[in-house]
C-alpha cells in the first residue's frame, strides 16, 4: 500500500517562529510537491523537486523554502511564520509514469498565531 | 491546463449511482481529464483518468464525450463514505503540479 506520511496533523506556532513540516513517501517516486489548501482558493503550488537536491518554485514561494536532501523526504520550511501562513499543508509525491498520478499524505494543519 | 466548471454540490441517496459532470469546452487534444476527491480532513485522492476513450476501475467510471467538451464520473454505488468534494481536473499528462478548482461536494444520503 502506497503511502506518503507527513510529521504533524496538527500544529501552532507563534508569529516569527521558524516552522519545519516534514513528508515521507514510501513508493521511491521522483516528484515530490508542497500544497497549500485554502476557502475558496483550491489547492496551491508552493514547491516541487523533481530529484534529490532539486527544488523548483510553484505558484507561491514567498515565505517558504524546502529541502530535499533524500529521495524519500521533502521538507517544507516557513522561515519566519506569518499569521497569513495559517492553512492546510497537502505533500504530494509521484513517480515518471506516464499517467502522473499524485499521492497526498493526509495534511498538517497549521496555525500561526 | 483547460479550465474546468463543476457544480458547487450535488446529493445522492446512499446504494444509488452518483453522477458528477465537468464541463471542460477548451481542452486540447492532448489533455487528459482527472478526477481526485478530497474526503473531509484527508488528502486528496486519485480516483481515475481518461483521454478520450470511457474507463472504468474499481473506484468510479468515467465517460468522455466524444466532442471531449465534457465528462462525467460515475459511483456505481455510492455509499455514506463516497461523501467528499470531487475535483476535475484537466491537463497535459507531462505536466508536473495539479491545479485544484472548487469542486463538487458529494453528500450521500442514508
Known amino acids: 500500500d502506497v503511502k506518503v506520511t507527513q510529521s504533524s496533523r496538527y500544529l501552532v506556532k507563534r508569529t516569527g517562529e521558524k516552522v519545519f513540516l516534514e513528508c515521507v513517501q514510501d513508493?521511491?517516486?521522483?516528484?515530490m510537491f508542497w500544497y497549500r489548501q485554502d476557502p475558496g482558493l483550491g489547492l496551491r503550488l508552493i514547491y516541487f523537486s523533481y530529484d534529490v537536491k532539486m527544488k523548483e518554485k510553484g505558484d507561491i514561494p514567498e515565505g517558504y523554502s524546502v529541502s530535499r536532501e533524500k529521495k524519500e523526504r521533502f521538507s517544507l520550511i516557513l522561515e519566519s511564520a506569518s499569521t497569513n501562513q495559517t492553512s492546510m499543508y497537502l505533500c504530494?509525491?509521484?513517480?515518471?509514469?506516464?499517467?502522473?498520478?499524485?499521492?497526498f499524505g493526509p495534511g498538517t494543519r497549521l496555525t500561526v498565531l | 491546463d483547460a479550465k474546468t466548471t463543476q457544480p458547487p454540490s450535488m446529493d445522492c441517496a446512499e446504494g444509488r449511482a452518483a453522477n458528477l459532470p465537468c464541463n471542460h469546452s477548451t481542452i486540447s487534444g492532448n489533455e487528459y481529464v482527472y478526477w481526485y476527491r478530497q474526503i473531509h480532513s484527508q488528502g486528496p485522492q486519485y480516483i481515475i483518468h481518461g483521454l478520450k476513450n470511457n474507463e472504468t476501475n474499481e473506484m468510479a467510471s468515467l465517460i468522455i464525450t466524444e466532442d471531449r467538451k465534457s465528462s462525467t464520473l460515475i459511483l456505481p454505488h455510492a455509499t455514506l463514505r463516497d461523501t467528499a468534494v470531487y475535483y476535475c481536473?484537466?491537463?497535459?499528462?507531462?505536466?508536473?503540479?495539479?491545479?485544484f478548482g472548487g469542486g463538487t461536494r458529494l453528500m450521500v444520503k442514508p
Open positions: 504530494a509525491s509521484m513517480g515518471t509514469s506516464q499517467y502522473n498520478e499524485q499521492f
Open positions: 513508493m521511491d517516486h521522483e516528484n
Open positions: 481536473i484537466v491537463r497535459v499528462n507531462a505536466g508536473n503540479m495539479l491545479t
